[in-house]
């Protein structure tokens, strides 16, 4: 069963469940899956729907940190909710130490060796590490490693 499959049998057990918060966040699932397979006139296969969740999740973590800076623990609550309930159609994250592997595997591959070559490193781990890792601390773990 795809990813795309798995929330749409989401959201009808919400609706059954009468589970209006659950609902309203799978519809927002939902409507940016659609949104960019109109928009690219495509049908999104997996990797590319996880795509758009890591980038849910990435504007929620946003959203979060402006909230907390105005006090509003309410929308606080709210995001943190959505949070919970978009990332289980996640892959599992890497750990570290896996993350870590992956660069160095990515680095004698690509034969980098400075800082100049980080773009060919991350374009080799990209693909592996969507949805599986916060691309920013991974880009800073290349840096450190190459520089």
Do not use: H, N, W
Request: aromatic content about 2%.
């Amino acid at each position: 069963m795809s990813i795309k499959d798995r929330i749409q049998q989401d959201m009808k057990d919400a609706m059954r469940a009468r589970d209006k918060a659950r609902l309203a966040t799978i519809r927002l699932i939902m409507a940016a899956i659609k949104q960019r397979e109109v928009d690219e006139r495509i049908e999104l296969d997996d990797t590319q729907v996880i795509t758009v969740l890591d980038k849910m999740i990435k504007q929620r973590r946003e959203s979060i940190s402006q909230f907390e800076k105005a006090g509003r623990d309410d929308l606080i609550a709210q995001e943190q909710e959505e949070i919970t309930i978009i990332a289980p159609y996640l892959p599992t994250a890497l750990s570290e130490d896996e993350i870590r592997q992956l660069i160095d595997a990515a680095m004698q591959s690509t034969g980098a060796s400075t800082v100049k070559d980080m773009g060919k490193v991350m374009a080799e781990l990209k693909p592996k590490l969507a949805g599986r890792a916060d691309m920013g601390a991974v880009s800073a773990l290349i840096k450190a490693r190459l520089g």
